[in-house]
């Protein structure tokens, strides 16, 4: 499937686009390929763009004391943004790094203001895709107020196992906020309680 296929599963699963209007984003995005390790956005940048990643997997982080917080992870068939650099075009409070060598679709800012203006299908998208980012952000914060470290690991390897896949364990670590020695005595214990089956890596 090749990468317009892609967003025109996900976009079109979500609302029905006009042709005129289909044909007016695609004219806008331009595809670009990340490398491993190389940032999309960094720290102090004003971002310019959204993307949506066709393939691969990155990751944005804030910087404290030369030590790496990781924020949140992005794989294949979501969006990532600098969201607040943004919509306030000021500098980004945190970096987007590839953790894989990534194939995103980009939209600049301003044809994305554009397209919110031109029809309705364009703000139920925006609509839906917000609303889902702030179900995503609101369990966040309430895992990382109640639960456990070891109950915010089993979350992850039911909603996000791609993540345990593909992501180093010291980035998973601090996603979680524990220390990555903490984050191998919690793999360990659920590996030994539910045996190979699990899923869950030594």
């Known amino acids: 499937m090749d990468t317009l296929a892609i967003i025109a599963d996900y976009y079109h699963s979500l609302t029905t686009i006009p042709d005129e209007e289909w044909n007016w984003f695609v004219a806008r995005l331009l595809e670009k390929r990340i490398e491993k390790y190389q940032h999309w956005v960094k720290e102090g940048q004003i971002a310019h763009e959204y993307a949506f990643i066709v393939k691969g997997f990155m990751y944005s982080y804030y910087m404290k004391e030369d030590k790496e917080i990781v924020r949140d992870f992005f794989s294949e068939n979501s969006h990532a943004s600098a969201h607040t650099s943004l919509i306030t075009r000021t500098p980004s409070l945190y970096s987007i790094q590839a ?104």
């Open 99 to 202: 953790l894989e060598p990534t194939t995103i679709l980009t939209l600049s800012y301003h044809d994305n203001q554009e397209l919110f203006c031109r029809h309705s299908c364009w703000q139920e998208i925006g609509r839906l895709t917000a609303e889902e980012r702030y179900k995503q952000k609101e369990e966040r914060e309430r895992s990382f107020l109640l639960d456990t470290p070891e109950t915010r690991y089993m979350k992850i390897l039911k909603n996000m196992p791609e993540v345990l896949q593909r992501a180093p364990q010291y980035h998973i670590a601090s996603y979680l906020g524990i220390s990555p020695e903490t984050l191998s005595r919690i793999r360990r214990k659920i590996a030994t309680n539910n045996g190979p089956s699990s899923g869950v890596l030594s």
